[in-house]
T-cell receptor, first 110, second 110 residues
Framework: GQQLNQSPQSMFIQEGEDVSMNCTSSSIFNTWLWYKQDPGEGPVLLIALYKAGELTSNGRLTAQFGITRKDSFLNISASIPSDVGIYFCAGQINNNDMRFGAGTRLTVKP | SQTIHQWPATLVQPVGSPLSLECTVEGTSNPNLYWYRQAAGRGLQLLFYSVGIGQISSEVPQNLSASRPQDRQFILSSKKLLLSDSGFYLC?????????FGAGTRLSVL
């Protein structure tokens, strides 16, 4: 299926800085998901969003389901070295139709 | 609780050899199951999904096939591997509109 437009492609930040990444699409989604993938591992779910406008936090992570249902963002506050990894957005239309962004590779310098 | 197992973790195979990757899910019954491929530095591409025993839907025509011989078992196969089959293969299952991933198999075709 068509991939989502995820940006930025990569980020190099200093420990303690805040991070923001987003995904956009021309399609409307019923669910937005954000995953983190460590090298050589499968993606792990961070946050799930189920309705337009929803703003959800998980510790230092905050994500929002866009009002138009075509976009979502993820913010990480006060980054730490273990935040390093690849972050993927995913938009789901139904159980068997999920689209993924190409990922944002985050590097945190101590 | 539900868990998903994937093996092997890494595999190096010569071109033209067969392939069999296995995925099993514990703690649930009749899950929707998925096989994805992830090229280096890229997002996830859905290869196959299954909604039940013997039911396979293919998303991308290719050198691979999938089978679901048991409720909680999903197998990805090939009769003759190509160089382009190299990549990171992920199995996933669906619960409450969220896909949960296995740890992945790194396949190198030489």
């Amino acid at each position: 299926g068509q991939q989502l437009n995820q940006s930025p492609q990569s980020m190099f930040i200093q420990e303690g800085e805040d991070v923001s990444m987003n995904c956009t699409s021309s399609s409307i989604f019923n669910t937005w998901l954000w995953y983190k993938q460590d090298p050589g591992e499968g993606p792990v779910l961070l946050i799930a969003l189920y309705k337009a406008g929803e703003l959800t936090s998980n510790g230092r992570l905050t994500a929002q389901f866009g009002i138009t249902r075509k976009d979502s963002f993820l913010n990480i506050s006060a980054s730490i070295p273990s935040d390093v990894g690849i972050y993927f957005c995913a938009g789901q239309i139904n159980n068997n139709d999920m689209r993924f962004g190409a990922g944002t590779r985050l590097t945190v310098k101590p | 609780s539900q868990t998903i197992h994937q093996w092997p973790a890494t595999l190096v195979q010569p071109v033209g050899s067969p392939l069999s990757l296995e995925c099993t899910v514990e703690g649930t019954s009749n899950p929707n199951l998925y096989w994805y491929r992830q090229a280096a530095g890229r997002g996830l591409q859905l290869l196959f999904y299954s909604v039940g025993i013997g039911q396979i839907s293919s998303e991308v025509p290719q050198n691979l096939s999938a089978s679901r011989p048991q409720d909680r078992q999903f197998i990805l196969s090939s009769k003759k591997l190509l160089l382009s089959d190299s990549g990171f293969y992920l199995c996933a299952w669906n619960f409450a509109n969220i896909q949960y991933f296995g740890a992945g198999t790194r396949l190198s075709v030489l």
